[in-house]
């Protein structure tokens, strides 16, 4: 598999490129952000993602999908990137659908549908406290009647505050800590125990913190074998981890972007300020470090789509590496903006906000650079 | 089975049955074979690697076949790659030849130019060396100095080049001269010489790591052939240009020779777990951006040879490999202590590590500095005014 877009991907390119930049480019951030919109995103967009086959990219064909792979899954999150379009892709046609494409006919015939049709939003609830730490998971799960009740808390849950479906990491054995242990549990909105706080964050997206309190599902809500979550749960984190580096990737290339035109714009000392060494050497450097992250995450995403065994190396290095081209690129561009970067007029505070919660999202560079160096034996 | 993965199994199965135990690990700094006149073996099965590769033209793979090459398609090219990696197949043969001055040669040789140069570097006959720097045109490659002047019937060149590597073992020279005293960029040429000709003298420098790589070279009154020219006179700036772009991927991919992008895992296996947590994320960090720049290195050689590399990509693989080289070997020698500073023992292979670690200092210098390559990357990918 050669390491650029074949031609098919390039079209899926030149599709969700001005598509986004069309229906959904900065200013409707703005838009929602500035009306206090409770839902963080627009439901007509949502839509609109359907009818262009966009929610069903990683659905098999047999389900209702294209059945398309990582690769295309990350061409349209990294337009979604560039352009800071609230979506809840990520969390719904990219990790949850991952989760949903090995569970059982019934429950892939229960949510996918909804999904490709762009009726149903679905939610990831990983995270019980400030980092993600997975295999800590310690929210409880215990068997009543013909199902389970589930006890605990999770935070940090993308759309959980509208989320039809919430894909819920569960203990149902074993201790934090422990891989051995974890259910994936498949809960509906509105579940009896279920408290939803929605909380804005620093980016104006939304998510929630949920509190569950003895909530009854029943036996067919689990997704997998029980006690056996850990690997389905691995399969949608890196999903989802592969997902958050591409949108990265575009929330960088834009960072840059507008930064290496500011460059060539801004006069200071009776010249542009591009053609000061210092700031040239800087952008040049930041160029490297994108473009190296570029060729991580579309190596991550190739092998996610061949299924090899060292996806999941790929993916942290994936991650971890574009999660810090991006920080760098937003904090360049912020610095090189000079005081308009510090305004909110100017679009390029929007990019260092929404790359500080996809930095944090399933896991920081730091959560990553370990999961690399433990793959590699130290 | 698709063509592509019956050449992957036949590949597989030649190399299983060609590539002797002993050449399957990264040659040490003595056992590389370059080939060339004075070229000797450093083993049986060094030279039993070479002849079989030699043999089927895969010292260079995708050069096609009337030039001495394996005429390998890109994707049959990277399917040998891989499998050679999979192996852990070191190259049969080092050279500047192959490197450098082959595909400058396939792009503004002369057919005849091709067919007398290139069979004799796929054979590894003739090792070359490069006559670029100067001592006052470093960064500043374009101000060279050394002359070459018309004499009718061949060019008179008389100056001095440095830092040229391996000049004392190379056979013959690819070097730049200046034609046209009036220009600069648009006054130099590109020539071909025989190092033993009369008025050639080298003389080693010896460097921080103790070894002498590099030479100073002298000309004086060497008379060249008129034809041992590549592309027009005082167009030899194109070629030059075009040729550094290759030398810059060669020294990019330094130190990735070996196959294992991890420096952490190597140093596992070496000296067990890493218990310092500072250095032990230093290294974690190091192997992000080691593994990411390996998938970097896959994807440029694929837009490479699929014609969809930016032309400047060269100085950013250039730049970024060789900084992320040197600080492997900063954090090799801290995770070594007091035993990577062993400089003269037995244990430490007369300090294989400290003269690895000093020598990486070159790679971000040679081929034209990072800051070089900043600039370009600044000018031509870039576009920012005034670079």
Known sequence: MPMFLTEDQAMLKDMAGPFLAEQAPVKHLRQLRDSNDATGFSRDLWKQFAEMGLTGVLVPAEDGGSGLGHVEAGIVLEEIGRNLSPSPFLSSAVAAVTALKGADADMRGRYLPGIVAGDTVAAIAVDELRKHRPVETALRAERSGNGFRLTGGKQFVAHGHVADLVIVAARTAGAAGEEQGITLFAVDKGAAGLSVEGVRLADSSIAARMLFDGVAVDAGAVIGDVDGGWAPLCRMLDAGRAGAAAEMLGVAGAAMDMTVDYLKQRKQFGRLIGEFQALQHRAAHLYSEIEIARAATLKAQQLLDSNDAKADLMVAVAKAKTGRAAMLAVQEGIQMHGGMGMTDEFDIGLYMKRQRVLEELFGDSGFHADRVARLNGY | ?387
């Not at chain 2, 790659?81 to 040789?109: D, N, T, V, Y």
């Open chain 2, 1 to 387: 089975m698709t063509e592509d993965a019956s050449f992957r199994a036949e590949t597989r199965a030649w190399l299983e049955a060609n590539c002797p135990p002993a050449m399957r690990q990264p040659a040490g700094f003595d056992d590389a074979y370059w080939g060339g006149r004075k070229g000797h073996f450093a083993s049986p099965e060094q030279q039993q690697w070479f002849e079989a590769m030699a043999a089927r033209g895969w010292t260079v793979p995708d050069w096609p076949k009337e030039y001495g090459g394996g005429g390998l398609s890109p994707e049959q090219a990277k399917i040998l790659r891989q499998e050679m990696a999979r192996l852990g197949c070191r190259s049969p043969l080092h050279s500047f030849g192959i490197w450098m001055l082959g595909p400058a040669l396939l792009k503004f040789g002369t057919e005849e130019q091709k067919r007398h140069y290139l069979p004799e570097i796929a054979q590894g006959k003739i090792r070359w060396c490069q006559g670029y720097s100067e001592p006052g045109a470093g960064s500043d490659l374009a101000g060279l100095q050394t002359r070459a002047e018309d004499k009718g019937d061949h060019w008179l060149v008389n100056g001095q080049k440095i830092w040229t590597s391996y000049a004392d073992k190379a056979d013959w020279i690819f070097c730049l001269v200046r034609t046209d005293p009036s220009q600069k960029q648009g006054g130099i040429s590109f020539l071909l010489f025989d190092m033993a000709s009369p008025g050639v003298s080298t003389k080693p420098i010896l460097l921080i790591s103790g070894y002498s790589p590099f030479c100073e070279t002298f000309f004086d009154n060497v008379e060249v052939p008129k034809e041992q020219i590549v592309g027009a006179v005082n167009q030899g700036w194109t070629v030059a240009k075009y040729l550094l772009g290759h030398e810059r991927e060669m020294i990019s991919s330094m130190g990735f020779a070996a196959g294992e992008p991890s420096l952490g895992h190597q140093l596992a296996g070496e000296y067990g777990p890493i218990e310092d947590p500072v250095l032990r994320a230093e290294i974690a960090l190091h192997d992000v951006d080691a593994l990411a720049f390996r998938a970097m290195s896959e994807k440029f050689l694929d837009e490479l040879k699929h014609g969809r590399a930016h032309p400047a990509q060269p100085s950013m693989m250039k730049y970024a490999g060789t900084e992320l080289n040197k600080r492997r070997l900063e954090l090799d020698m801290a995770a070594g202590g007091s035993d990577a500073l062993e400089w003269e023992s037995a244990r430490s292979e007369q300090g294989t590590r400290p003269r690895a670690w000093l020598r990486s200092k070159a790679n971000s210098i040679e081929g034209g500095t990072s800051e070089v390559q900043l600039g370009i990357i600044a000018k031509h990918i870039l576009n920012l005014p005034g670079a």
